[in-house]
């Protein structure tokens, strides 16, 4: 079964950073696209960032290009994402996800297994 657990979200103020992770189960998570995604109430969840299996390839949402930086560990089967001068219209719940390919892909309908989110709140 696989699990996908987030973790690091929180309170922060405008200009603050935090650090989520996600720790990876039940799959061969080194050989795994992985992306973050974000939803806020009555939105659709919307594309954040994304990497392939080995790390050398990453995109990201236009609207955090620059803040965020999304890493793995293959060796904790543990993804990251980074996430620094957070503006209050970052405010969402953050999943995690991952694919049953090696690639990166920006679509939420090309993922197979989701965590159930971390919430990210930012004060201005």
């Known amino acids: 079964q696989v699990q996908l657990e987030e973790s690091g979200g929180g309170l922060v103020q405008a200009g603050g950073s935090l650090r989520l992770s996600c720790a990876a189960s039940?799959?061969?998570?080194?050989?795994?696209?992985m992306g973050w995604f974000r939803q806020t109430p009555g939105k659709e969840r919307e594309f954040v960032s994304t990497?392939?299996?080995?790390?050398?390839?990453?995109f990201y949402a236009d609207i955090v290009k620059g803040r965020f930086t999304i890493s793995r560990d293959n060796a904790q089967n543990t993804l990251y994402l980074q996430m620094n001068n957070l503006k209050p219209e970052d405010t969402a719940v953050y999943y995690c996800?991952?694919?049953?390919?090696?690639?990166?892909?920006?679509?939420?309908?090309?993922?197979?297994?989701w965590g159930q989110g971390t919430q990210v709140i930012v004060s201005s």
């Open positions: 996800a991952a694919r049953d390919s090696k690639n990166a892909n920006i679509y939420p309908q090309n993922y197979d297994y």
């Open positions: 990497i392939n299996w080995t790390g050398s390839s990453t």
């Open positions: 039940g799959l061969t998570f080194s050989k795994s696209g």
